[in-house]
């Protein structure tokens, strides 16, 4: 049974920094937050998912263990409809083409200007596409940004496609020998480098190192 809330939802965030900022804009559009997740496996296996008590499920994109892309799939495979509104700092073409491919599943910018308006929208069961301006103004920020990160960047701050896939694969939780697996090297080949890139980035750990991912679209 739904409690007795207009609107409500769940969030699945793995950063605990951003969780009072997304809700707080979020509930700018009349949403109650029942419940946080840090990751998508905790919804899964903390909840009955035939019978949630939530009229919309927003999630960051990019988690450990599980994306909100395949948490996505993973809800409409076992035939529950409840609306899912996916979440990121970035924008991407492909994401944004894989998520519009998923029955009932929407995209948004965790920017204060698009994410009530979202909220709303995939509350509505609609997508906020191309044409609306908020949503346009992301992907040309974005674009702006990508552009920057290249060709203005000081060279320090300039990473390697090597460097950008073990970032991701740390944001992804692997540990050191699994990524030298994946990316095919040795295991002292990826400490080196992420201590080369920690020191040139000036960051004192790994977990800083993925929030920097984070921040310049990496992950």
């Known amino acids: 049974m739904k409690q007795n809330i207009d609107k409500n939802y769940y969030l699945v965030e793995d950063q605990l920094q951003e969780h009072d900022y997304l809700m707080q804009y979020i509930e700018k559009s009349g949403f109650t937050c029942v419940k946080n997740f840090l990751l998508a496996k905790e919804l899964i296996y903390s909840s009955n998912l035939s019978e949630l008590p939530v009229d919309l499920i927003i999630s960051d994109i990019q988690m450990p263990v599980m994306s909100g892309i395949e948490l996505a799939k993973h809800i409409r495979d076992i035939n529950v409809d409840i609306p899912i509104l996916l979440i ?4 991407s073409r492909a994401t944004y083409e894989e998520i519009k491919s998923i029955p009932n599943t929407y ?3 965790k920017d204060p ?5 979202a909220a709303e929208a995939a509350f509505n069961k609609k997508f906020v596409g191309d044409k609306e ?3 346009q103004n992301w992907i040309e920020r974005n674009d702006y940004y990508q552009l920057n990160k ?3 960047l000081p060279a320090e701050q300039k990473l390697s496609d090597f460097e950008v896939n073990i970032i991701k694969l740390l944001g ?3 540990s050191l020998i699994e990524i030298a697996n994946i990316l095919k090297t040795s295991k002292s080949n990826v400490s080196h480098t992420i201590t080369r890139m920690t020191r040139r980035l000036k960051l004192n750990s790994n977990k800083k190192l993925v929030m920097y991912g984070v921040m310049y679209g990496h992950i």
Do not use: K, M, T, V
């Open 172 to 174: 992804e939780d692997y």
């Open 88 to 91: 990121s700092h970035g924008f």
């Open 133 to 135: 301006a908020n949503f």
């Open 150 to 152: 290249l060709d203005e």
């Open 113 to 117: 200007s698009l994410l009530p308006i």
């Open 107 to 109: 995209y948004s910018s």
